[in-house]
Every structure is written in C-alpha cells, then in structure tokens.
C-alpha cells in the first residue's frame, strides 16, 4: 500500500506560479514512476506530467516550458513546480504512483488561476 497526500494548491492570478507537493508513505520503494493528474470541471482527468524512478519525465503539450516535474527521493516527496499558470490550468491536481500492477491516487488539491 502506498499513501499519497498533496499540498500546495490554492487561488492564483493568470501568470503567477504555485508548487504543489506529494508526500508518499508506505510500501515506496517499488514505486516505478509518479506522476500529476489533473480533472478540470467537466472533463476527463488528464495527464500533465511524469516522471520515472530513473528520472525520466514527460509532459503534457499544453504545460511544456511552465510547468516542472521533479522528486526528492530522500524525502519521499514529488513536485510540481507551475509557472506562468493560466485560467486554463484550473483544475483539481491529483498525485499518481505506478506500481507493478496498480496505480495510487492522492485525495486532490484544488488549483484555481483567475484571470
């Protein structure tokens, strides 16, 4: 079992930043990768960004350049750095781990970019 919990979400002005934390508890160790979803009202939840035990990472077209994935392994905890955030952006982030066989989700942490 695998527990995930974010923090750093909240209200922000279109072009402000914020940074979003993941800290994981529990069986962490075979955790192959993490990643950050995000479900906007409406709309299906969507990958923004991953990133791999090895430290590979990838994002979604619309937050490339903005947006940056990182982990502190000796924290157990994941990042979201989020630059230059639009009204678009607004959604509730929700932290992701894969491991062999099943994927764990976080409870979400609301962002809201106001124009």
């Known amino acids: 079992q695998v527990q995930l919990v974010e923090s750093g979400g909240g209200l922000v002005q279109a072009g402000g930043s914020l940074r979003l934390s993941c800290a994981a508890s529990?069986?962490?160790?075979?955790?192959?990768?993490m990643g950050w979803y995000r479900q906007a009202p409406g709309k299906q939840r969507e990958l923004v960004a991953r990133?791999?035990?090895?430290?590979?990472?990838v994002y979604e077209d619309s937050v490339k350049g903005r947006f940056t994935i990182s982990r502190n392994n000796a924290k157990n905890t994941m990042y979201l750095q989020m630059n230059s955030l639009k009204p678009e952006d607004t959604a509730v982030y929700y932290c992701?781990?894969?491991?062999?066989?099943?994927?764990?989700w976080g409870k979400g942490t609301l962002v809201t970019v106001s124009s």
């Open positions: 992701n781990a894969e491991l062999p066989g099943m994927h764990y």
């Open positions: 529990g069986i962490i160790f075979s955790i192959n990768a």
């Open positions: 990133i791999t035990s090895g430290g590979d990472t």
